[in-house]
């Protein structure tokens, strides 16, 4: 057998503290792939919410983009004057040893308006308005999107390693905790014989 080893005390002894050692480790896997599942199911509901609106908030944002562009032709010249957004920033929250994304933004409107009113109509103040939400809607999505993504991955690795404890190394060395104990009982009893031969041929 590939597990087969002395059967000694000091081989027990490790195996035993091996195998208490492997149910830890399963205990604590157990806990870190129930505690990232809790929080997978929370960006999942999450990320229904978000994909239930954001379709109708794109659907939106084009027709008013539709209006705008009957009412003022085609509208990329004052497109062009939006300035690049600056404000996202992406930081991490740890769960279990998962980072996951948050993302910071500027959600309301800019106080100013970046194009100018003399060749504007109110069709392209309520595209523009349109597509910040937009904006904000998609932001929200990615980071969720991408917090169940690592969670995914991560329960995954953790499901791996707590089957490779409790189908592989917790029977491993139970059976060779067994194997040792059987083998130094054995040896006990052979002993226990040998001397009580050794004390009656001596009488």
């Known amino acids: 057998m590939a597990d087969q080893v002395f059967p000694t005390k000091g081989n027990l002894i490790a195996a035993k503290r091996s195998l208490a050692l492997s149910k830890l480790g399963y ?95 109110v069709q392209l103040d309520e595209a523009y308005a349109a597509f910040v939400k937009v904006r904000n809607m998609t932001l929200m999505l990615a980071e969720v999107d991408t917090g169940v993504f690592r969670l995914a991955t991560a329960i995954s690795a953790t499901q791996r390693r707590a089957n490779a404890l409790k189908e592989v190394l917790i029977p491993k060395y139970t059976r060779i905790i067994r194997t040792i104990s059987d083998a130094l009982e054995d040896k006990e009893r052979e002993e226990f014989t040998r001397m009580k031969i050794i004390k009656a041929t001596k009488k």
Do not use: W
């Not at 010249?77 to 690049?84: D, E, I, Q, Y």
């Not at 948050?102 to 409107?109: F, G, R, T, V």
């Open 27 to 121: 205990d604590l896997m157990d806990r870190k792939r129930n505690v990232l599942i809790r929080e997978l199911m929370q960006l999942v509901d999450r990320a229904k919410e978000l994909r239930g609106s954001i379709e109708e908030t794109y659907q939106k944002a084009y027709a008013e983009l539709q209006k705008a562009n009957i009412t003022l032709g085609v509208v990329g010249r004052f497109a062009s004057t939006v300035p690049l957004d600056e404000s996202v920033g992406i930081r991490t929250r740890t769960v279990m040893g998962v980072e996951i994304p948050m993302i910071s933004h500027e959600d309301e409107m800019p106080t100013s308006i970046p194009y100018g009113f003399l060749e504007t109509n």
